[in-house]
């Protein structure tokens, strides 16, 4: 007994002297280990993989309006539980998706004052480690203002990364990549290349009645910076008592960041029980006319959403098997400054040249269902109060998808659009829409963090900066590497409404302005860029008698599989994607200004024999002077075949590969 009591002593002592305070957890395959601690009242973090420091010491907790939650903690009670799960979801990159992590919650106790406490849970995953606050009830902590999350993300180097600036141009930026020190602050997700074996992104994860995540730094260290409330409030936490969760994704190639399901699997099941009618599909519609000056939203001679071309659009989807028609400018409210004067929408009230009521039959009676398009110009209190109404029209006529926008960073009440506000009126929209059995395509709006998987009737949103600019942009449009980083930072959230598929390239509005890339390119943005219901957005006179059209025709937009053979961040990348409840695999490839060569061996083919359709660069195809030949070819292949291709300048492949 007296040895035990020694011994017991002894281990005492010695993890005191070696800091054994802390405590860790690990990740399933062990590799990720995330430490935690608290110094002179200081809480932190740090992050290693193997030997490595991913993240350094960093610090946690919070400045409250009511005195700090910071400096002045001891550790308290720590609890651990560990989850493997394999889960199913409607639509998505993948049918099943596992989520395996080992987690440790830590209660962080105030010494003096008021105690109170506050409990960090960490997650510790195979492809990344996550942690997010919960404010427990309490006397002290019932209703309290947040003025800034201490977070931090203190990076090991002075890692290049891919940012877009924060607040500005709805989050529509073009990303660039400087040494981390050298930025402003950023929107979240950020993708890091921190060396040759490790890659990172950082994002938040169920962004829920919270205020958004950006960035600030000093130096290397990241610090999160949320999106205030006019007042300057950050978020006033009521009834929600949780933070969403950051989130470090890690790889040892850039593939694994595209690949990790963490922002997924860090947002709450799904609450829609019925998901049966959630039906994404691909659609045409009265919009590029509209974004490059053809036509005009407002009522006139050039109104586009006329009966008459409605019906055009109509005919058009069902002779090529696209499920939408979206129409924007068939409502009351256009006809002035509309972002300065968005009270005047009506969500109900079509044009006199609009039969909305004749056109969503017409469209039911040939298969196709007409997409709603609800933009606010940021009165989003007008939407609100017209919402009930509007979904219970559109759900009587046969209407099941809104496109929803807000061209004007500012709401009426003069909150942001990141905002808590913001973030809560986004939320309610998507929640309003479920009951009436409305899926939404979500403009402008909330940044992406995964809340899909919730409430799967959000299939898409922009917070990027899509293919319209290369309509309206006044310094060209999109660089070609655009889409070659996309998915790894803003695609991390959710899908991404980019509408893909513009073949004609002449710009009469703003001359030289136009995809700066080849028409393959545009192409293989259909399997490149993650949406379950895409758009072919040209002029659907601009597909008439086109052979690549085909591809837009065939290429589903859900998947059971996706893997990710060859990317590097900024430069190029492929996916290969297998059609849901099929054989049959979908390869997409883009490239920078830079051409390349890139071969793909198909051993994930199931056994057999299969068809490849092959849409490639034709001879001398370069995006700056020559951006339309094509080749198209078609393959007999296996599971054997090694595929090779040239992507030119700026250029793409896009593969269709049908089991015999
Ligand atoms: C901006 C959206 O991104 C675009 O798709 C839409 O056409 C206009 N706003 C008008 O709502
Ligand atoms: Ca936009």
């Known amino acids: 007994m007296k040895r035990f009591l020694l011994f017991?002593?002894?281990?005492?002592?010695?993890?005191?002297?070696?800091?054994?305070?802390?405590?860790?957890?690990?990740?399933?395959?062990?590799?990720?280990?995330?430490?935690?601690?608290?110094?002179?009242?200081?809480?932190?973090?740090?992050?290693?993989?193997?030997?490595?420091?991913?993240?350094?010491?960093?610090?946690?907790?919070?400045?409250?309006?009511?005195?700090n939650m910071n400096g002045n903690f001891k550790m308290g009670k720590v609890t651990r539980s560990a989850l493997d799960e394999t889960w199913s979801q409607p639509w998505g990159e993948d049918a099943k998706v596992r989520n395996h992590y080992n987690e440790m919650k830590v209660r962080l106790q105030e010494k003096n004052g008021q105690h109170r406490v506050l409990d960090v849970v960490f997650r510790a995953f195979d492809d990344g480690?996550?942690?997010?606050?919960?404010?427990?009830?309490?006397?002290?902590?019932?209703?309290?203002?947040?003025?800034?999350?201490?977070?931090?993300?203190?990076?090991?180097?002075?890692?290049?990364?891919?940012?877009?600036?924060?607040?500005?141009?709805?989050?529509?930026?073009?990303?660039?990549?400087?040494?981390?020190?050298?930025?402003?602050?950023?929107?979240?997700?950020?993708?890091?290349?921190?060396?040759?074996?490790?890659?990172?992104?950082?994002?938040?994860?169920?962004?829920?009645?919270?205020?958004?995540?950006?960035?600030?730094?000093?130096?290397?260290?990241?610090?999160?910076?949320?999106?205030?409330?006019?007042?300057?409030?950050?978020?006033?936490?009521?009834?929600?008592?949780v933070s969403p969760w950051r989130v470090m994704i890690i790889g040892h190639k850039p593939a694994d960041i595209l690949l990790s399901r963490m922002p997924l699997n860090l947002n709450e099941p799904c609450r829609i029980e019925d998901t049966s009618w959630l039906q994404p599909t691909k659609y045409v519609g009265i919009w590029w006319a509209l974004q490059n000056q053809r036509w005009t939203w407002s009522q006139g001679e050039r109104h586009g959403a006329t009966t008459e071309n409605t019906k055009r659009y109509i005919d058009f989807a069902a002779r090529h098997g696209m499920g939408g028609v979206l129409v924007e400018g068939w409502n009351y409210g256009w006809d002035g400054d509309w972002t300065r004067e968005g009270n005047k929408f009506s969500f109900t009230k079509a044009y006199p040249d609009y039969d909305l009521k004749a056109l969503c039959r017409y469209a039911r009676e040939r298969g196709v269902r007409i997409i709603a398009h609800n933009e606010t110009g940021g009165a989003a209190q007008n939407y609100e109060n017209q919402m009930e109404e509007a979904y219970t029209l559109y759900e009587s006529l046969g209407i099941n998808t809104i496109k929803t926008g807000y061209v004007n960073p500012h709401f009426y009440n003069g909150e942001l659009q990141h905002s808590q506000w913001g973030v809560r009126h986004f939320r309610k929209v998507i929640e309003t829409a479920a009951r009436h059995h409305m899926m939404i395509v979500n403009h402008e709006g909330a940044m992406p963090s995964g809340i899909q998987r919730t409430w799967p009737n959000l299939i898409g949103t922009e917070s990027m900066r899509g293919q319209e600019y290369n309509a309206f942009d006044r310094k060209g449009g999109n660089p070609p590497y655009h889409e070659c980083i996309l998915p790894f930072t803003r695609g991390l959230g959710g899908p991404m409404d980019f509408t893909p598929g513009i073949f004609e390239y002449n710009n009469e509005a703003v001359p030289g302005t136009r995809p700066q890339t080849t028409l393959a390119h545009q192409l293989a943005e259909y399997i490149v860029i993650y949406s379950p219901g895409h758009m072919a957005a040209d002029q659907i006179e601009n597909y008439e008698h086109q052979p690549a059209f085909k591809f837009i025709e065939e290429v589903p937009t859900n998947w059971e599989r996706t893997l990710v053979p060859h990317a590097e961040m900024g430069k190029y990348v492929t996916f290969a994607r297998q059609e849901r409840g099929t054989d049959n695999w979908y390869i997409g490839s883009v490239t920078d200004s830079e051409a390349r060569d890139l071969s793909l061996k198909l051993d994930f083919l199931g056994d057999g024999k299969y068809t490849a359709m092959i849409y490639e660069d034709g001879p001398d195809a370069d995006y700056r002077t020559n951006p339309y030949p094509m080749t198209i070819r078609r393959l007999d292949v296996d599971r054997g075949t090694v595929l090779h291709f040239h992507l030119a300048p700026g250029g793409g492949v896009a593969v269709g590969i049908i089991r015999k």
Not at 192 to 212: G, K, P, R
Not at 217 to 231: E, F, S
Request: glycine share 8%.
């Open 8 to 67: 017991t002593l002894m281990c005492l002592i010695m993890s005191t002297v070696s800091g054994a305070k802390d405590v860790k957890v690990i990740s399933p395959d062990g590799e990720l280990s995330v430490t935690v601690g608290v110094d002179g009242g200081h809480a932190w973090y740090q992050v290693i993989r193997g030997s490595e420091a991913v993240i350094k010491r960093s610090e946690l907790g919070f400045i409250l309006k009511d005195g």
């Open 129 to 241: 480690v996550a942690f997010r606050y919960e404010f427990p009830v309490q006397q002290g902590l019932k209703d309290f203002v947040i003025m800034e999350e201490v977070t931090q993300f203190a990076l090991p180097t002075d890692a290049p990364t891919w940012s877009i600036p924060a607040l500005t141009d709805y989050y529509e930026g073009i990303y660039t990549r400087e040494p981390v020190s050298q930025k402003g602050n950023m929107s979240s997700p950020v993708a890091l290349e921190v060396n040759d074996s490790l890659y990172m992104a950082i994002m938040e994860a169920n962004l829920t009645d919270y205020s958004t995540m950006n960035l600030s730094h000093n130096g290397t260290t990241l610090a999160v910076d949320l999106v205030p409330w006019q007042n300057g409030d950050k978020v006033r936490v009521g009834e929600t008592r």
